[in-house]
């Protein structure tokens, strides 16, 4: 939660976030929503540190991330990214990006929660089957997949999903979904929001609009407002419940 309010920097001085404060409880979900430029991917990209802010702190459990380490900070918080980025090597040492030590049978079981482990098990190599360049083709879904075990493994107090845009067939897109819910379960968790769903199973809907928090509230409080979130929620969320 910044306090007191937060401003980041952006191109020509202007800033990207304007005099913002919140309040995030433990095991709160926050879905972040807003136009492109909105300010949502700058937001959650301060609390790993990835940069600071120009003004105002960031405080976990009254703490500013900044008198800690990167490491200790980091250790606390996961990420799942909209793009899942692999690199050459086995499975399972993707699986445990980041970990200075780790035991098969654990990635095993984070796998298995992220619903990786039938295909991973399908290949010849299984667990030490190489990907990235010269190694195998995995689809959408699987990359996905693999990076929700990572985050599991880390097993983070924090955790941020960029909702992946891109279209899944319908079987990898409830594997994942569910393996979303199972990493997101007594955690604090921050969604750049997507889908219809996310949205509605938030604890608490945050509208961006130019750096700023221009409305903040549970799906049905914002729609029964009919202010901004309802606005932008007719016209943004299609029948199939994804917002483009």
Do not use: C
Request: hydrophobic share 40%.
């Amino acid at each position: 939660p910044p306090q007191p309010p937060l401003d980041q920097g952006g191109l020509g001085g202007v800033p990207i976030l304007q005099n913002m404060s919140l309040l995030v409880l433990p095991g709160e979900m926050i879905a972040l929503v807003g136009a492109s430029g909105a300010g949502k991917t700058t937001l959650v990209n301060l609390l790993p540190r990835f940069y600071d802010p120009q003004a105002g702190q960031i405080l976990i459990d009254g703490i500013d991330i900044q008198d800690v380490t990167l490491n200790t900070l980091r250790r606390q918080i996961g990420i799942v990214p909209q793009e899942t980025i692999l690199f050459s090597g086995t499975i399972a040492q993707n699986i445990a990006f980041g970990q200075s030590y780790y035991e098969l049978k654990d990635v095993r079981e984070a796998a298995e929660i992220a619903n990786a482990h039938q295909f991973i098990s399908g290949f010849p190599d299984g667990y030490q089957t190489w990907v990235g360049e010269r190694g195998v083709n995995l689809s959408g879904g699987q990359k996905q997949r693999i990076a929700i075990a990572r985050a599991v493994l880390l097993n983070p107090r924090i955790l941020i999903l960029d909702e992946a845009t891109s279209a899944l067939d319908s079987e990898s897109e409830a594997l994942v979904q569910e393996a979303l819910e199972r990493l997101m379960r007594d955690r604090t968790v921050f969604i750049i929001a997507h889908r219809l769903a996310t949205v509605r199973k938030a604890d608490r809907i945050l509208v961006l609009e130019k750096g700023r928090i221009m409305e903040s509230g549970t799906h049905e409080e914002l729609l029964e407002k009919g202010d901004r979130y309802a606005r932008y929620y007719a016209q943004q969320f299609n029948q199939s419940g994804v917002l483009n």
